[in-house]
Every structure is written in C-alpha cells, then in structure tokens.
C-alpha cells in the first residue's frame, strides 16, 4: 500500500469529482427549491431562499478552484488532510479515532496515526486547540463527501448558509421597508460569499455568530423563553470560545446595550439617559475581559504582545506587497494610540489602489462602496438627528458597536491584506445592515423610530 502524504495542496480534481459535483449541486438546489416553495407563500422572504444558497455554494466551488488552480494549496488544504487522517482512523481502528476525536490533540494521540493506512494529520494543526477543533468540524462532512476537497468544502458552506439566513430573517422582519438591500448587505456580499464559504475557521465562525445574534434577539429582546433559542445561545457561543473567543468580546458591549436598552430608554432625563451608553461600554469591556479571562486564558498583556508580534511577522518580504503598516506597538497604551488607524484599516482596507492581485482588486472595489456609502451618510445626516436615530435603532447601535470594536482587534494584530479581507468578513453583514438602515432614515426624515413595532406584535 502506498504511503498517505500530506503535501499541502492538490494537483487536481479527480474523475470522480468531476462526475459527482453537478449531482451534489443538484440535490442542494432541489432541497433549496422545496424549503422555499415550502415557505414563501407564508413568508415572502424565502423568495430569496434558493438564490442565497446557490450563490453560497458557487462561492464555496470559487473558493476550491482558486486555492488549487492559483494559491496552489494554504491553510484550507491543511485542514482536509487533517480531516481526512482523522475519516482514515475511523475506518480502521474505531475506539482510536473516539479516543482522539473527544480529546485535545496531544503527542501520545499523534501516534495513534500512521504513515500506511491513515495518514497524518498536520502537527502545527493538530496540537492547536483551535484548529483542531475545526479538523473535528468537517469530519462528518468529510464522511458524506466520500474525502473529496471539493465537496466537503461545499457541504459545510451550505451547512453554515443557515446561519446568515436567520440573521437575513430577523433583520428583515425588523426593517420590513429595506428588505431588498438588506438581502444585498447580507445574502449577496461578494466577499462574504467567497471568504466564508471555504473549510476554514471563518465560515464556522460567521455562521455561529449570526446564530447567536439570532438567539438573543429572540430570547432576550423580544422575550420568546423558548428553550431552543437558550440551547442556540450555548452551542453557538460555545463554537465562537473554541475557533475565536474574541469575537464575543466584540459583541458583548453592543450585546449589553441591547438587552438593557429597554431599562434605559424609561430614563426621562435626556443627558443621563444618554450618559449611561459609554458608561455600559466601560462595564462591558471590563467584564468581557474577565469572561474571557476565565474561559478562554485572556490576557491583555500577552494578547497585545501576541497581536504585536503577528502583525510584525504578516509585514515580511514574503508577502509580497500584500502587508500594510499602521505602526508598531509595544504595550497596551501604544496599542490605543493606534486605534484609529486600526478602525478605519478594518472597515476600509485595502484601498482600492493599495490592490495587488484581482482578489484585492475586487475587495477594494467592495471597500470604496462602503467607504463611500458611510461618508454620505454621515455628510447628509445632521450629527444631532444621527445620535436620535442610534439611540432610537439598539439593533443598529450593536451592529456599529461590534463592527468597530472588530475593525479595532483585526487591524491591531493584522498587517496582511489577504488576511485582513478574511477576517473582516465576520462582521461585514451587521455593518452594511447598519449603513443601509441609516440611509433609509436619511431618505425618509419623518421616520424617528424603526420598524420593529410590527415585527414584536
């Protein structure tokens, strides 16, 4: 028998693939086409359902081509032939593939693999809690996919499309009047569909995070006490805390402000009331960091350190041109002189002219709209009536709160244009939610509360 090789990256598709990929393609659109046929006639916006998924899985099918045919392999391959060791140990020793499946990887559980009838899983992969529990993710769909790259990678896009198409679901039914750009800012993202529909931690992520914000609404804001959308609320934050933890530190002060924001909005006087804002933003962070603190290890000073030290490694000649500069950092006071510089390289980079390659290219494309979009905004709103409108939209608060706070990590611990645009993906559909419900209260200035009123009923 030959040796199982990890190599990093595929040479091809083989006939197998080629023969099976438009039948899975099939059964995905025909399943779509039935949930929305199922559905629309109750809910109009499942009109959009079998678009959504198509574009999700013909992003995942991009996302294949480019990191075979172009990248020529990356951390993406990393990850299937990781899972692939994992499918192989199960097939031939079951109580072995238990053993590693259900705990950390470790150097005693590397060794239950072999070069022979197995293969290994990457080490740097595997003793990485965080990766590893990706690896653990895209097992099963390694299992239905028969180990084909290409098709596991579209089963697990598909498999996460649920989770942004709550997120479409709530916002729609909130902001009834800006349905059809919300489907933009949400379902059709260009870079969104690509980034987040790979095998990588990003469109685990993404999904979670849109479940969990999903969850919450109906849990704690619109009080359904129902005890799925509390087990929603768990799972999907526990898969947050595995792959990357501090996405929830970006979304607990707009979470908070949220939740609250009923207790504050009875505070008769307008400067208190509006004085408890920032006030929640300082419990939040101080409270958030001793959550994660105890959950998940934080530390701010090696978390600035260790940020510091990846934005350093991301600015080498390696990348070629691909990495930017906000400027170094060694302590947590330099780190907050450089926020703004990393809020507006989260939310606008790379410019357009700063491109390198058509992905940049098109991502720079997707970055002037947005840069435009907010900058009309803000010079066609009177500063007064844009406070009125946050303070009156929580909803929309939290999804500029956690797009800035975001904006802020990434482009603190990021100097690398392609991964920057990957990241930035996680909070790209709240934040463009959030331009286009601006917008719509700037056309429309007669309008000073939202529309939820006939959502709650």
Same mark, same amino acid.
């Given at each position: ?10 040479d ?15 059964i995905?659109? #025909? ?15 499942? !009109?959009?359902?079998?678009? $959504?998924?198509?574009? /999700? ?7 294949c ?10 951390? *993406? ?7 692939r ?13 238990? !053993? ?17 009838? *197995? ?14 529990? #990706?690896? /653990? ?7 239905? %996919?028969?180990q ?8 697990? =896009?598909?498999?996460?499309?649920a ?8 916002f729609?039914?909130?902001? /009834? ?13 260009? =870079? ?5 529909? @790979?095998? +990588?931690?990003? *469109? ?17 804001i619109?009080?359904?006490? !129902? ?13 947050i +805390? $595995?792959?990357?933890p ?14 609250v924001?009923?207790k504050? &909005?009875m505070? !008769? ?25 105890a ?21 080498? $000649?390696?990348? /070629? @041109? ?17 926020a ?5 390289s ?16 098109? %991502?720079?494309?997707?970055? #002037?709209?947005?840069?435009?979009? *907010?900058?009309?905004?803000? =010079?066609?709103?009177?500063f ?22 975001? %904006? +802020? ?6 100097s ?5 645009v ?11 939610? $959030? ?21 709650? &009923?």
């Amino acid at each position: 028998m030959n040796e199982i090789k990890n190599y990093g990256y595929i040479d091809n598709l083989s006939l197998s693939e080629y023969v099976a990929f438009p039948i899975y393609i099939v059964i995905i659109f #025909l399943i779509s086409y039935y949930i929305q046929y199922k559905h629309v006639r109750s809910n109009s916006l499942y !009109k959009y359902y079998t678009q $959504a998924v198509l574009a /999700k899985v013909i992003g995942a099918s991009c996302f294949c081509l480019v990191y075979i045919f172009v990248y020529k392999g990356g951390d *993406t391959i990393s990850y299937f032939e990781s899972s692939r060791a994992l499918c192989n140990l199960m097939e031939v020793r079951p109580v072995d593939f238990m !053993k590693v499946y259900l705990e950390k990887g470790s150097i005693e559980n590397y060794y239950l693999f072999n070069g022979i009838d *197995t293969g290994y899983p990457w080490m740097y992969m595997f003793l990485e809690p965080k990766s590893f529990f #990706l690896v /653990k993710i895209i097992v099963p769909f390694m299992f239905l %996919s028969f180990q084909s790259y290409v098709l596991t990678t579209i089963l697990l =896009s598909w498999a996460s499309f649920a989770g942004i198409w709550r997120l479409f679901l709530m916002f729609s039914q909130m902001y /009834k009047k800006t349905v059809f750009h919300l489907a933009i800012s949400i379902l059709f993202i260009p =870079s969104v569909i690509f980034w987040g529909s @790979g095998l +990588l931690k990003d *469109t685990v992520t993404l999904s979670a995070s849109c479940w969990f914000i999903y969850a919450l609404y109906h849990a704690f804001i619109i009080k359904q006490k !129902k005890i799925k959308y509390f087990i929603i609320l768990l799972i999907s934050g526990y898969f947050i +805390l $595995a792959i990357k933890p501090y996405i929830l530190f970006a979304l607990l002060p707009g979470v908070i402000i949220w939740v609250v924001y009923d207790k504050i &909005k009875m505070i !008769k006087m307008k400067l208190l009331k509006y004085s408890f804002i920032p006030l929640i933003y300082l419990i939040s962070f101080g409270g958030g960091y001793l959550i994660l603190s105890a959950l998940g290890g934080f530390d701010l000073k090696s978390l600035v350190n260790e940020a510091s030290i990846k934005q350093a490694d991301l600015k080498r $000649a390696e990348y /070629k @041109g691909n990495s930017f500069d906000i400027g170094s950092y060694n302590s947590v006071d330099e780190a907050v002189g450089l926020a703004p510089k990393a809020i507006i390289s989260g939310l606008y980079r790379p410019y357009i002219w700063e491109a390198k390659n058509v992905v940049m290219f098109l %991502s720079g494309i997707e970055n #002037l709209v947005y840069l435009g979009l *907010t900058v009309f905004i803000i =010079s066609r709103i009177r500063f007064l009536r844009l406070l009125k409108i946050l303070f009156d939209n929580p909803l929309v608060l939290f999804c500029l709160s956690y797009s800035v706070i975001f %904006s +802020l990590i990434i482009g603190l611990s990021t100097s690398n244009f392609g991964a920057l645009v990957r990241f930035k993906i996680a909070f790209l559909p709240e934040f463009l939610s $959030a331009l286009v419900i601006l917008n719509y209260y700037m056309k429309n200035k007669k309008v000073t509360t939202m529309d939820e009123n006939d959502s709650n &009923k």
